[in-house]
């Protein structure tokens, strides 16, 4: 006999925990596979997390106070005329910077092409005097890495500085520069960096060490990935480091303490020169920038490490948070573990922001990935299977007919058919606030003795005006008039009814509150229209009297909103119209709700439903004509003023809120002041 395969026998079973888990696991390692073969398009994802740590999370930090640069800038050229200049101007520089008494100077400037021969030994001799100076060299490389030609200046001049500094900055495929190398070889001598070099004059170093995933630098050990590249801790976008315009230190105005004892770095800063680089803070950052950020890295020690320890931590999480975000499916259920796992995520991205601050670069995305696989993959399929049971719960108890109907059929054995007509209705949906909160802390017994007590009391207020109970919606209610018997005043009818109701309500909690138990509080959306009315259902299997339409779902979606507005009752713009003689309104809104185009206007009914008198009533609604002229300022006032008179008004909040929002980033022309609900 063939053997089964283990995913069926699971299934047969109904081991729903087990294949769910198994799903989960597969999914886990799946991620770690991605991790360990470095997935090109998730690595891009991640390496945004950078940029995105320092200008979003962190920002800038203060730079080394004895690194500074003199700036190429637009001011220079027009003191000292078109770029690039004679070299009589840098000596100049060269021997006030020895005056001043700086202590080293970084040119991020070639000069690979003889000007003439007085210049140029002009130039060669300040060099060698200063005996401070570094000068820059780069590397051109071919498509397989190899070095083929080097532009470096000349050699009477080179001849005259303390050593060179490569000045090659490598982006990544994204154009951004993250990573710098230190070292990079040439004829078997390993050239260091700008950046490396003025650590090393900074700190009075002579040895520059190369090792395994380090560089040593005296006692210093800067990590380095296998290229010798190191990871740049930026501290800023441009202007972190203070800057002096090369026109300004060669004709004096440039205090001598600004100078003294100081790093300098010489460099491009002027936009017409083109020496600009994209970094995690800034598309436009001047070159040199990038290269004092890297001697103040290692003079400070403040390096971002990524290593075999970083990876490690990456795979552990990355096991963790799905097992985690996996564990909440089996213990909230899909629609909890979703947000549970959203919160998780949230601590896990400050964690990972944490110990980037304190110099661990540890992965965003995968263990993220890892969550979220888990919950979908693992979750989902345990709560498909679980929905699935639940849809054969609920075929097997709606089987049973409803008294309404039958005594229908009684009359009317003609009426069980399908199809139906259409009928002019109001339709009421109600549910109690915080009931899912209610039934988790409470015994199921409790649960079930307190819903069937409410759902009691409110059958009967809608059965004495007149209404139809649809159907229970767990705590909630759907009933309707108009159908299936015509009502001409139905409107009327569901808005009297919502009044009982809320009297009931208030007779319930008085009795509960005597009784020591914890009261509820409801809240309901009202909404007349067309609809089609009829039997629905599978003839001679199940049938049941309905009404559906787009009336139906508005009277759904406005109850959903009153939460959102924070009041007992929303009323749409038809029953509003139908019943505006007989009831006092508060106009809250304009909206426009989730699958609609049109926008609809939304009342919260006040006679004997809110706490908000006539007076403030007129006052919300002279604010909100504020609101809608654009006069933000004068709105938000008045909007203010009703909260000092009723301090909870959730409406009056959300409009200041909306203000301050407008006052800042104003809508454009032609808004038309309505509100784009997003949630059912």
């Given amino acids: 006999m063939a053997t089964m395969p283990f995913w069926k026998k699971l299934l047969l079973r109904g081991n729903t925990t087990a294949l769910s888990m198994f799903l989960a696991t597969l999914s886990i390692f799946s991620v770690l596979f991605l991790y360990y073969t470095q997935n090109s398009f998730l690595e891009a994802f991640e390496e945004k997390t950078y940029d995105l740590r320092f200008k979003v999370m962190r920002g800038p930090v203060t730079p080394d106070p004895n690194i500074a640069i003199i700036t190429i800038d637009e001011k220079s050229i027009a003191a000292l005329g078109r770029y690039p200049w004679s070299r009589d101007n840098y000596a100049r520089l060269i021997d006030k910077l020895a005056a001043v008494k700086a202590k080293a100077v970084m040119f991020d400037v070639f000069f690979p092409e003889r000007e003439n021969a007085t210049n140029d030994r002009l130039f060669a001799a300040a060099t060698k005097r200063a005996g401070n100076v570094v000068l820059a060299v780069a590397f051109n490389f071919d498509n397989e890495g190899r070095v083929t030609t080097v532009t470096r200046s000349l050699p009477e001049i080179e001849r005259g500085a303390i050593g060179i500094g490569h000045i090659n900055q490598m982006p990544d495929d994204d154009g951004v520069i993250r990573r710098i190398p230190l070292l990079l070889a040439k004829d078997g001598q390993q050239i260091p960096s700008l950046g490396l070099m003025g650590a090393r004059l900074a700190l009075g170093e002579k040895d520059i060490a190369p090792g395994d995933y380090e560089i040593g630098l005296g006692e210093r050990r800067i990590p380095v990935d296998d290229e010798y590249r190191m990871w740049i801790n930026y501290v800023g976008g441009p202007g972190a480091y203070p800057y002096h315009s090369f026109i300004d230190v060669v004709e004096g105005r440039v205090p001598a303490d600004e100078l003294k004892g100081k790093i300098l770095f010489v460099g491009a800063t002027a936009l017409g020169i083109y020496d600009m680089r994209v970094t995690p803070f800034h598309k436009n950052s001047p070159g040199v920038e990038l290269h004092a950020t890297v001697a103040d890295n290692i003079i400070s020690g403040r390096y971002i490490r990524q290593g075999g320890l970083e990876a490690l931590i990456d795979m552990v999480f990355i096991v963790v948070m799905g097992a985690l975000a996996f564990f909440l499916t089996t213990r909230l259920r899909l629609y909890g573990a979703i947000p549970a796992t959203a919160v998780l995520l949230a601590g896990y991205i400050w964690f990972t922001y944490y110990m980037f601050d304190a110099g661990q670069w ?125 009502q001409p005043d139905h409107a009327k009818l569901a808005i009297d009814c919502i009044k009982a109701i809320n009297a009931r309500m208030g007779e319930l909690r008085a009795q509960w509150l005597a009784e020591g138990l914890e009261p509820f509080t409801i809240r309901g959306g009202v909404q007349s229209g067309e609809v089609v009315a009829g039997n629905v259902g599978l003839a001679g299997k199940k049938m049941e009297y309905t009404v559906i339409g787009d009336t139906v779902n508005q009277a759904a979606r406005l109850e959903g909103t009153a939460k959102y507005y924070g009041v007992a009752y929303l009323v749409g713009e038809d029953t509003y119209q139908r019943t505006r003689e007989i009831c006092r309104y508060r106009e809250l809104d304009k909206i426009r709700v989730v699958g609609k185009q049109l926008p609809v206007t939304i009342y919260e009914p006040l006679e004997g439903l809110s706490m908000l008198d006539e007076a403030t009533a007129r006052n919300f609604e002279a604010a909100l004509a504020m609101y809608r002229a654009r006069s933000w300022e004068k709105a938000h006032a008045a909007f203010k003023s009703i909260l000092d008179i009723v301090p909870g008004d959730k409406p009056s909040k959300i409009y200041i809120e909306r203000c301050e929002y407008f006052i800042q980033t104003p809508p454009p022309e032609g808004w038309d002041g309505v509100f784009n609900r997003a949630e059912k």
């Fill in 362 to 486: 540890i992965n965003m995305i995968y263990p993220a990935m890892s969550a979220i696989a888990a919950v979908l993959v693992g979750g989902g399929f345990r709560y498909l299977v679980l929905e699935r049971d639940a849809r054969e719960m609920r075929s097997m108890f709606s089987s049973y007919l409803s008294p309404k109907l039958v005594a229908r059929l009684e009359k009317d054995p003609d009426a069980a058919k399908i199809g139906g007509d259409n009928k002019e209705v109001t339709v009421l949906f109600t549910d109690i606030k915080g009931f899912t909160t209610f039934s988790e802390s409470h015994p199921p017994q409790e649960v079930v003795s307190r819903l069937n007590g409410y759902l009691g009391a409110m059958v009967q207020v809608i059965e004495q005006h007149d209404g139809t109970i649809d159907k229970f919606i767990g705590d909630g209610i759907m009933a309707y008039w108009g159908a299936p018997l015509a």
